[in-house]
């Protein structure tokens, strides 16, 4: 069973970035779809993005489209997500996801994941 630790949140200002990662072990990384999911105060938690297990596809949330990256390094075990011009209503606690063998398909509806990271959380200033 893969752990997952999420790291690079914190507080910025309206139109600034940030840069989430998150370190995977106890697994074969290479084999895991990854994703990231956010939840605001008093909301569901929703998908952000996903990323195949080569790299080779991803699949970002409309919301973010545009704006956000996710990537990843297969060597160092990490995803990330490269935030860009974020927005207030971006605030939410950041989750990373791992499903194994999955889609990223899937992921956007939270089928198939196995394990979920501690969260980080992210707030933006107006």
């Known amino acids: 069973q893969v752990q997952l630790v999420e790291s690079g949140g914190g507080l910025v200002q309206t139109g600034g970035s940030l840069r989430l990662s998150c370190a995977a072990s106890?697994?074969?990384?290479?084999?895991?779809?990854m994703g990231w999911f956010r939840q605001g105060l008093g909301k569901e938690r929703e998908f952000v993005a996903a990323?195949?297990?080569?790299?080779?596809?991803?699949y970002h949330a409309d919301s973010v489209k545009g704006r956000f990256t996710i990537s990843r390094d297969n060597l160092r075990n990490t995803v990330y997500l490269q935030m860009n011009s974020l927005k207030p209503e971006d605030t939410a606690i950041y989750y990373c996801?791992?499903?194994?063998?999955?889609?990223?398909?899937?992921?956007?509806?939270?089928?198939?994941?196995?394990?979920w990271g501690q969260g980080t959380q992210v707030t933006v200033s107006s």
């Open positions: 990323i195949s297990w080569s790299g080779a596809n991803t």
């Open positions: 106890g697994g074969t990384f290479s084999r895991y779809t």
């Open positions: 996801a791992a499903a194994f063998g999955g889609t990223t398909l899937a992921m956007t509806v939270k089928t198939g994941i196995n394990a």
